[in-house]
């Protein structure tokens, strides 16, 4: 079967970088920062630019600053811009790891039913009550443990079948993905409660609006972490995207690069969708994205992955904010709107290889 000159099955060609990988990720990461500053000014009410500096500033200095705004920008917004950026972060990642687990461009986050089981666990608890003693963190726990289930179980039914091949892999995530999906139907179909559709529907569209300090510093660390070990282990990941015999010949731990790659993508997976629900596109698109400006081996894909990422999602989140003021319009609303014309282009300015076809 024949491959692309990049040893991937994603983009013809891609191997050469265009950009500089490490000023790109820098710039990017500027970008971002600022970003999440100018964010905590947009929402149902308007902060101007202005009075954010000042309140940044005296809040870190100790001086007097407006209580309703210090309150509005400390503990909503701000939380909510990093939470956002974070996600994107680790949605990005989780996209790269996943098309490079199965060799596929066209694989996303939640292609192994991973956000489908996260939506039984949010389902379980909207509709029963389920883990009420944890309060505000029910949703998010049953969401994660759903996940992590449904990780657990597309990897043993892989496994029992002969091994976690690419084909397999997909197949057993479909396959369980809609069965899961069918679940949180039943739930909700069976439900005493009258808005619980209305509550699902909105959590599986995803939103960063419950964001904690908390949230923050569980998610930010998983992505930090992550994304330090696979760039770790760069060289492994393009070798095992070469196909498996190319990577045993070079003396590549093949099993166990498959089995990190599931299982850090699965944990950033259900970590992502635990804290801001199911949101779609990020995974499939920043990483082609990045691709073609920097190439596809993964010491300089990854790094420019992440912070577009998470760039991408902190503008998604404003626009959110201010689209149906003062309604919220949940994120996999706008990635879906702004993502499907940016895929189509993307395709439409390469050749695509997939499995070894042209098309």
Same mark, same amino acid.
């Given at each position: 079967?024949?491959?692309?000159?990049?040893?991937?099955?994603?983009v013809a060609g891609a191997s050469a970088p265009r950009l500089p990988s490490t000023p790109l990720a820098l710039i990017l990461s500027a970008l971002t920062l600022v970003s999440i500053?100018?964010?905590?000014?947009?929402?149902?009410?308007?902060?101007? /630019?202005?009075?954010?500096?000042?309140?940044?500033?005296?809040?870190? @200095?100790?001086?007097?600053?407006?209580?309703?705004?210090?309150?509005?920008?400390?503990?909503?917004?701000?939380?909510?811009? /990093?939470?956002? %950026?974070?996600?994107?972060?680790?949605?990005?990642?989780?996209?790269? +790891?996943?098309?490079?687990?199965?060799?596929?461009?066209?694989?996303?986050?939640?292609?192994?039913?991973?956000?489908?089981?996260?939506?039984?666990?949010?389902?379980?608890?909207?509709?029963?009550?389920?883990?009420?003693?944890?309060? &505000?963190?029910?949703?998010?726990?049953?969401?994660?443990?759903?996940?992590?289930?449904?990780?657990?179980?597309?990897?043993?039914?892989?496994?029992?079948?002969?091994? +976690?091949?690419?084909?397999?892999?997909?197949?057993?995530? &479909?396959?369980?993905?809609?069965? *899961?999906? %069918?679940?949180?139907?039943?739930?909700?179909?069976?439900?005493?409660?009258?808005?619980?559709?209305?509550?699902?529907?909105?959590?599986?569209?995803?939103?960063?609006?419950?964001?904690?300090?908390?949230?923050?510093?569980?998610?930010?660390? +998983?992505?930090?972490?992550?994304?330090?070990?696979?760039?770790? /282990?760069?060289?492994?990941?393009?070798?095992?995207? %070469?196909?498996?015999?190319?990577?045993?010949?070079?003396?590549?731990?093949?099993?166990?690069?498959?089995?990190?790659?599931?299982?850090?993508?699965?944990?950033?997976?259900?970590?992502?969708?635990?804290?801001?629900?199911?949101?779609?596109?990020?995974?499939?698109?920043?990483?082609?994205?990045a691709r073609l400006l920097v190439g596809a081996t993964h010491r300089a894909m990854l790094p420019v992955a992440v912070c577009g990422g998470a760039l991408f999602l902190v503008w998604?989140?404003?626009?959110?904010?201010?689209?149906? %003021?003062? @309604?919220?319009?949940?994120?996999?609303?706008?990635?879906?709107?702004?993502?499907?014309? &940016? *895929?189509?282009?993307?395709?439409? @300015?390469?050749?695509?290889? *997939?499995?070894?076809?042209?098309?």
């Open positions: 079967m024949s491959r692309p000159p990049d040893g991937t099955t994603g500053v100018l964010a905590t000014a947009f929402g149902a009410e308007s902060i101007p /630019i202005e009075e954010v500096g000042r309140t940044v500033v005296g809040r870190l @200095r100790g001086d007097e600053v407006d209580a309703a705004h210090s309150v509005i920008i400390f503990d909503l917004r701000l939380p909510r811009s /990093i939470l956002a %950026a974070i996600v994107g972060a680790g949605l990005a990642l989780a996209g790269a +790891l996943m098309q490079a687990l199965v060799r596929n461009p066209l694989a996303e986050p939640y292609l192994l039913g991973v956000s489908a089981g996260a939506s039984v666990g949010a389902t379980v608890v909207i509709t029963l009550g389920s883990l009420a003693a944890l309060g &505000v963190w029910a949703l998010s726990a049953g969401a994660l443990l759903g996940a992590l289930s449904a990780s657990v179980a597309v990897y043993t039914i892989a496994r029992a079948q002969g091994g +976690l091949t690419p084909l397999r892999l997909i197949l057993s995530g &479909v396959v369980l993905s809609s069965a *899961f999906m %069918a679940m949180s139907s039943l739930l909700v179909f069976t439900a005493a409660d009258p808005h619980a559709a209305d509550n699902v529907m909105f959590w599986m569209l995803g939103s960063v609006a419950g964001a904690t300090w908390t949230k923050v510093q569980i998610a930010g660390v +998983l992505v930090m972490v992550a994304a330090c070990a696979m760039l770790a /282990i760069h060289s492994w990941l393009d070798a095992y995207a %070469a196909g498996t015999d190319t990577a045993s010949s070079l003396g590549v731990p093949v099993r166990g690069v498959r089995n990190a790659l599931f299982a850090v993508q699965g944990v950033l997976v259900g970590v992502m969708v635990a804290v801001a629900g199911g949101i779609g596109f990020v995974g499939l698109i920043v990483p082609h994205a998604v989140d404003v626009v959110s904010r201010v689209a149906s %003021a003062p @309604r919220e319009m949940p994120l996999g609303i706008v990635t879906g709107l702004i993502g499907a014309p &940016v *895929f189509l282009l993307l395709m439409g @300015r390469r050749q695509y290889v *997939f499995g070894g076809g042209t098309s």
